[in-house]
């Protein structure tokens, strides 16, 4: 059972930074596809950013050039850097990973953007 652990998560002012770390129980070398989802009250959980080895990371429009995912492996540890927040970035925010054909995801962290 692959198990992942986030963090970073808080309150910050609307133009603020944060950066979510999502760590693995398992070595992430080999694995292909890890994430970021999020999920604001009312509404569907959403894709935020996909990479996978060898290719670039998929950003959704609302946040291409103000988040980046980055991984190290060696850390099995993958992160989500967010600059430039808005208060609509205001969800809980979910690390996710397909491993051996199973989806996996991690408990949650808040995060809150204030106006």
């Known amino acids: 059972q692959v198990q992942l652990v986030e963090s970073g998560g808080g309150l910050v002012q609307a133009g603020g930074s944060l950066r979510l770390s999502c760590t693995c129980s398992?070595?992430?070398?080999?694995?292909?596809?890890m994430g970021w989802y999020r999920q604001a009250p009312g509404k569907q959980r959403e894709l935020v950013v996909l990479?996978?080895?060898?290719?670039?990371?998929n950003y959704a429009d609302s946040v291409k050039g103000r988040f980046t995912i980055s991984r190290d492996n060696a850390k099995n540890t993958i992160y989500l850097q967010m600059n430039s927040l808005k208060p609509e970035d205001t969800a809980v925010y979910y690390c996710y990973t397909l491993v051996r054909w199973s989806n996996y995801w991690g408990q949650g962290t808040q995060v809150t953007v204030s106006s």
């Open positions: 398992e070595s992430i070398f080999s694995i292909n596809t």
């Open positions: 990479i996978s080895s060898g290719g670039s990371p």
